[in-house]
C-alpha cells in the first residue's frame, strides 16, 4: 500500500517541512550602500525600513557612509524604503525593490550617491553610470 501512496506521501511531508521553515531556500545577501557625493563638509540623515525590519534613524557624515544587509524573501517581495534629509532637502524613495533589483540591478550590491540635486543610484556593473534617480522633493 505504501508504494501506492508513496510520492503523496513525499510530497505531503516537504510541504508540511517546509511550512514549518524547516526546508528553505536562502538567498544570497544583497549590501545596500548610501554615500554622500557633495561638496562641503554637512552630513545627511536617513531612516530606512521594510515592511518587517525598522533600521533606525542615522546620521552620515562627508567621508562615510551607511550600509546594511539582508537576504531577499522568497515570494521576490523584498522592499526597503528611506527617508533622507539633507540642507533642509528631503526625500522618500524605494532603495531596495527586489522586483526592480535583483536580476538586473544589484544581486549582491546596491550603491547609491547623495547629491545636489537628488540621489542615484548605480547598477552593480556599472559604477560609473547612474540608472536611478530621485529628485529632492521637500
Known sequence: MFEKYASSFIL?????????????????????RIEPDYPGSSSFGIHCESADDDLGGHTIA??????FDFSPNVWGTTLFHCALDWQGRGVSFAIYDEK????SRCDKLCLWKVRPDGVV??????????????PWTR
Do not use: M
Not at 505531503?12 to 545596500?32: E, I
Not at 562627508?62 to 550600509?67: A, H, L, N, V
Not at 543610484?121 to 530621485?134: R, V
Open 121 to 134: 543610484g548605480f547598477p552593480e556593473n556599472h559604477k560609473e553610470s547612474s540608472d536611478l534617480f530621485f
Open 12 to 32: 505531503v511531508s516537504l510541504f508540511l517541512l517546509w511550512n514549518q521553515g524547516t526546508v528553505c531556500v536562502k538567498a544570497d545577501s544583497v549590501t545596500v
Open 62 to 67: 562627508q567621508g562615510s557612509f551607511y550600509s
Open 100 to 103: 526592480r533589483d535583483l536580476i
